[in-house]
């Protein structure tokens, strides 16, 4: 049971580069959230997923789009990556209310833009 | 203010003792209550999940909440080297609402 898989793990980018986070969950959640983590900063919320072709703005969504054309994926798009957007980015998943009783994350993604 | 507030630490601490993390928050709303650990170089796992106040236990581990003084706690008794991690708190109003993550506290743990 892979619970939730990021791909790549690690990635640099130069700046205006294009480039896409893929998540993939297998545990049939229905809600999917794609965090950002900086020293410092905490968890930041970018975007977040209620459904199969839905998709809502989080936190800290500028710079960054989303698309969840299938139930078990969710993906993370940076059209012209800058410097500030270097973080690791988590995704997480779990299931509607009244079930869900935390988020499931993966390993995260490491990318810096230089 | 912020609205969750926790000390990054580090704190550490040898093996065998009982540690105590803390998070205080200003939303008197908040009703659901979690911890999550972090090893380095990996995604936040769910460690406690406790509802309103009181006290839940799990293993080695214990779960406080005071929401008269708007507090949460985490024990570890026994401490041992591989709970050395970052511990998130988190917190929510209800289950349709987003998770709102403190920034977490980095644990040693010394040999």
């Known amino acids: 049971n892979a619970g939730v898989t990021q791909t790549p793990k690690f990635r640099v980018l130069k700046t205006g580069q294009s480039m896409t986070l893929l998540c993939a969950q297998d545990m049939n959640h229905e809600y999917m959230y794609w965090y950002r983590q900086d020293p410092g900063m905490g968890l930041r919320l970018i975007h977040y997923?209620?459904?199969?072709?839905?998709?809502a703005k989080g936190e800290v969504p500028d710079g960054y789009n989303v698309s969840r054309l299938k139930k078990q994926n969710f993906l993370l798009g940076l059209e012209s990556a800058a410097p500030s957007q270097t973080s690791v980015y988590f995704c997480a998943s779990s299931y509607p209310p009244p079930f869900n009783y935390g988020y499931t994350f993966g390993s995260g993604t490491r990318l810096t833009v230089v | 203010q912020k609205e969750v507030e926790q000390d990054p630490g580090p704190l550490s601490v040898p093996e065998g003792a009982i540690v105590s993390l803390n998070c205080t928050y200003s939303?008197?709303?908040?009703?659901?209550f979690m911890w999550y650990r972090q090893y380095s170089r990996k995604g936040p796992e769910l460690l406690m999940y406790?509802?309103?106040?009181g006290n839940k236990e799990d293993g080695r581990f214990t779960a406080q909440v005071d929401k008269s003084s708007k507090y949460i706690s985490l024990f570890i008794r026994d401490s041992q080297p591989s709970d050395s991690a970052t511990y998130l708190c988190a917190m929510r109003v209800n289950r349709d609402d987003k998770i709102i993550f403190g920034k977490g506290t980095r644990l040693h743990i010394l040999p």
């Open positions: 997923s209620v459904g199969e072709g839905t998709t």
């Open positions: 406790t509802y309103s106040s």
């Open positions: 939303n008197s709303a908040f009703q659901y």
